[in-house]
């Protein structure tokens, strides 16, 4: 174990960094696209069901050959990673995000209009905070799995634990890919974690007494 | 005053939700809109806020044409509470109640004085102004939503069956408060409901929709006594048509219009001769103009010595008259408990018009037991053969 450490230690710390880096870049791109995308797709509930369609299509297509199909467009290393990981967290975030728009109880909305509120106010102030908690359990579900696709990146030269990973498996070194993987499934836990609690604090309250609880 | 003229609504190209509507709303009544689902009266009532937009016809609300106006702009002066309260979970009850104050964007002070009175003028403590929606009852919740719909004083305000959901006792404190605001604020009202006890209650007029258009519009009183076809007559329901016949007698068809007066400068001594005279043991007395002061009856006027004396020093205040315009069913009780024979009639502004006797209460009696059999047979025998 110490050995593992002493000859690996500063390619893992490395590797670690890489993971994250890519993750979150990965999964902030698909924050900043699905999420609008989402509350606007929810306004025109018909052209939702096309989009949400090809969503799940591209969503098909098998994480390592997407990785492939991106080494011709862009080459290999980080940006063809970070390209192919932000499309597969589009959907998780995108669905939920559409579905907790159009799911605040539609008397809410009724009433909201029927008060001489626009679509903008409509939107800000009612649909988005009572979808907060959807959108967010999307997105703590997209963190997760962004953390795990990440591990295939390096594959591409992306980097990542997953080189630890490959290597160890091509060369039949157990201390490669237990150190490969056990730092992947802590990032998830920590991404998971955060994202929970995230999505507890931005949830909008509902009652004054209320207690703040650990949410795991 | 807001007008419907020749409206109609169109659902998806071939859905009649609205056919021709063309009624009057007058400023300040209360207009109740009933018929079962699917007949329209929701689509109506949305048509006023432009929730919906006619297909053709126009409406009109103090002369403007409401497309005019954007559809944002007309809703913030419009009141709107809808069933099931609609209240944002996620905002405080002051921040439900003051929606339109801000969007209106009062200041701060205005809004929280604003939301203060209506809580008070509700019976609901201020503390809850700063809890949610889900920390209330049922009926918090939709006096909140009646507030919210008012907070901003609109000229109009439209409900939707906002107490649909609610228990029975709950939902009549809830009528007389919104009778109530409705009278203070004198807002015009517009209410939606299936319930027609409930539209009876509330309204001034009631307009009944079947199948996108009004069958009927017009005071609860005369839907009551003149229903205009078969569908209205099965909609009201038998036993309020029979509860209508026998409920609807007012003090002034039955009462004596003759009653004995004497004015007040005549003498102990003169009353005793008009009454040999009329033989009658009760007197009224009036002014010159007929309004009416007091009584003087035989006991009284057995206990006085002085026969000169004058009438005005026994006579008896304390009469309580009834009120030619009371409904006798709600009086019946009250007079037969108060024990006593003669009980004078007034008008509004308190003029002699009529008395009740015990022979006018034996008559009365005798009708209403004799004529309920033919009555209820009548309107049963209509019942069957439509």
């Not at chain 2, 063309?22 to 689902?37: K, L, Q």
């Not at chain 2, 009278?183 to 539209?199: G, K, L, Q």
């Not at chain 2, 099965?234 to 009653?259: C, H, Y």
Request: aromatic residues 8%.
């Amino acid at each position: 174990m110490m050995e593992f450490f002493a000859n690996n230690g500063s390619a893992l710390i490395t590797a670690i960094g890489e993971h994250i880096f890519l993750s979150l870049i990965a999964l902030a791109l698909g924050i900043l696209v699905a999420v609008p995308l989402g509350i606007l797709l929810s306004q025109f509930p018909k052209t939702a069901d096309i989009v949400i369609g090809i969503a799940s299509v591209l969503q098909t297509v098998p994480t390592l050959a997407l990785l492939a199909l991106m080494v011709p467009i862009l080459g290999v290393g980080k940006i063809p990673s970070i390209v192919a990981l932000f499309i597969y967290s589009l959907l998780p975030i995108l669905r939920n995000a559409y579905l907790g728009m159009s799911g605040v109880d539609p008397t809410l909305v009724d009433a909201a209009k029927g008060m001489g509120m626009s679509t903008g106010q409509v939107i800000r102030k009612v649909q988005l905070p009572l979808a907060i908690p959807v959108i967010m359990a999307g997105i703590r579900l997209s963190a997760v799995y962004v953390v795990a696709w990440t591990t295939i990146a390096a594959y591409i030269g992306g980097g990542g634990l997953g080189e630890f990973i490959f290597n160890g498996l091509q060369t039949y070194r157990q201390d490669l890919i237990f150190g490969g993987t056990i730092p992947v499934i802590i990032i998830a836990i920590v991404m998971d974690l955060t994202a929970g609690y995230l999505e507890k604090r931005f949830s909008p309250k509902t009652s004054s007494s209320e207690v703040e609880t650990d949410y795991a | 005053m807001i007008e419907y003229k020749k409206v109609t609504k169109v659902y998806d190209s071939d859905i009649v939700a609205v056919k021709d509507a063309n009624i009057t709303i007058e400023d300040g009544e209360f207009v109740c809109f009933i018929g079962t689902s699917g007949s329209g009266k929701t689509t109506a009532l949305r048509l006023i806020n432009r929730m919906h937009d006619p297909t053709e016809g126009e409406i009109f609300i103090d002369g403007e044409n409401i497309q005019d106006y954007s559809p944002v702009n007309l809703r913030r002066k419009i009141g709107y509470a809808i069933q099931q309260t609609g209240l944002f979970p996620h905002m405080t009850v002051y921040e439900n109640v003051v929606t339109v104050p801000r969007l209106l964007e009062w200041d701060e002070k205005k809004c929280r004085d604003t939301a203060e009175r209506l809580m008070e003028r509700v019976d609901l403590p201020i503390e809850l102004l700063e809890r949610y929606p889900s920390e209330l009852s049922g009926g918090q919740q939709q006096r909140i939503g009646v507030i919210r719909a008012l907070a901003a004083n609109p000229g109009v305000v439209l409900m939707d069956e906002p107490f649909g959901a609610l228990d029975p006792i709950t939902r009549d404190a809830l009528h007389d408060l919104v009778i109530e605001l409705q009278e203070e604020y004198n807002n015009t009202f517009i209410f939606v409901t299936h319930d027609m006890d409930e539209a009876l209650k509330l309204a001034d007029r009631i307009a009944i929709w079947h199948e996108g258009e009004i069958i009927q519009y017009d005071t609860p009183e005369n839907i009551l006594s003149n229903p205009a076809n078969d569908y209205v007559r099965s909609f009201i329901g038998q036993d309020r048509l029979f509860d209508a016949k026998t409920n609807n007698i007012k003090v002034r068809e039955i009462m004596n219009d003759n009653p004995f007066t004497i004015t007040p400068g005549k003498t102990v001594s003169d009353a005793l001769t008009l009454m040999h005279e009329k033989r009658v043991d009760t007197l009224f007395v009036v002014d010159d103009y007929n309004k009416l002061l007091g009584r003087v009856t035989i006991e009284f006027i057995a206990n006085v010595d002085d026969q000169s004396k004058n009438i005005m020093d026994i006579i008896d205040r304390e009469i309580r008259p009834l009120r030619a315009d009371d409904l006798i069913q709600n009086k019946l009780r009250e007079v037969l408990r108060r024990g006593r024979s003669n009980i004078p009639v007034v008008d509004k502004s308190n003029i002699l018009v009529g008395i009740i006797t015990k022979t006018t209460l034996v008559n009365l009696t005798y009708n209403l037991i004799w004529d309920q059999d033919i009555a209820q047979e009548e309107i049963l025998e209509e019942g069957l053969s439509e």
